[in-house]
């Protein structure tokens, strides 16, 4: 498959996806969106990957954002065009039946914090730095940020960062609980390589079924989420996997699953 934007590579059962646009700091221009598009499509529907990873090329950014320049000049049914896309390559990340991990190093920023928010976990180099700096641009969010920042920081901090448009620091995003893991500057890509081996080395199915439960159960009540997560459970009942799972535990031996 042909990318300009975009590199895509295989490391084992780890893909990873690689915004490549250094020079304009990887920021996001439909050609950017639709390659992502199509390169969680693929990596999502090949059964031989158990984990994808997202990151930006050079060290000064992971994404800065939606591309301004491409934006300036957008009418409003091309700027909707825009948003649509958008909107559709994030809920593909999102439903992309594996975990995704983002590998952050330098500036996530607008669009590109919002990437971030959509996969499942964020690892960041000490030199990242976030924000939602909309607000100078006078527009808000687009990709969802004002409905995943406060989902993920709580509804006070989330509208701190949306007004104020503020940039923070890596340490200062790990606090509030915008990323689960901040290590040496440049780590970021090793760093999210081991935890996606980590989980590599999982039931895939099982670990499939977690992520389902997690993004659909926090969308119902309590009660609903604990009925789907029932169901899940009694499919995963009817996988080869939980067979094998539970047999190499009693007869004391590593498992080797099939994601079956
Ligand atoms: N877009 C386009 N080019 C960008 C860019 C961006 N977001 N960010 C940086 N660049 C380009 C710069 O123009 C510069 O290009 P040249 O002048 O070299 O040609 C190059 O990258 C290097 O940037 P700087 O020279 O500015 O580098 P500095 O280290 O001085 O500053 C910075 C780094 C990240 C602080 C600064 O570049 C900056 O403030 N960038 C803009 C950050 C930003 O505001 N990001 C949010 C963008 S708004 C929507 C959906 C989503 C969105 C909107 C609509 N719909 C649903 C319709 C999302 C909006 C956004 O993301």
Known sequence: MEYTN????????????????????????????????????????????KVLILTGAGEKAFVAGADIAAM???????????????QQMLATIEAVAKPVIAAIGGFALGGGCELAMACDIRIASE??????????????????????????VGKGIAKELLFTGDIIDAQRAHAIGLVNKVVEPGK???????????????????????????????????DRGCAYEAELFA???????RAEGMSAFLEKRKPVFQNK
Do not use: W
């Open 127 to 152: 030199n990242a730095k976030f924000g939602q700096p909309e607000v100078n641009l006078g527009v808000l969010p687009g990709f969802a940020g004002t409905q995943r920042l406060p989902r993920l």
């Open 188 to 222: 970021h890509l090793e760093s999210a390589m081991e935890m996606a081996e980590k989980i590599a080395g999982k039931g895939p199915l099982a670990v499939r079924f977690c992520k389902e439960a997690v993004n659909r159960g926090l969308e119902m009540d309590m």
């Open 6 to 49: 975009v590199m895509v590579e295989v490391r084992g059962a780890v893909g990873i996806i690689t915004v490549n646009r250094p020079k304009a700091l990887n920021a996001l221009n439909a050609e950017t969106i639709e390659e992502l598009q199509r390169a969680f499509t693929a990596m999502g529907a090949d059964e031989a990957l």
């Open 72 to 86: 300036r000049d957008l009418d409003p049914l091309a700027a909707r065009a825009f948003a649509y896309k958008g």
């Open 235 to 241: 499919i995963a009942f009817a996988t080869l996997d």
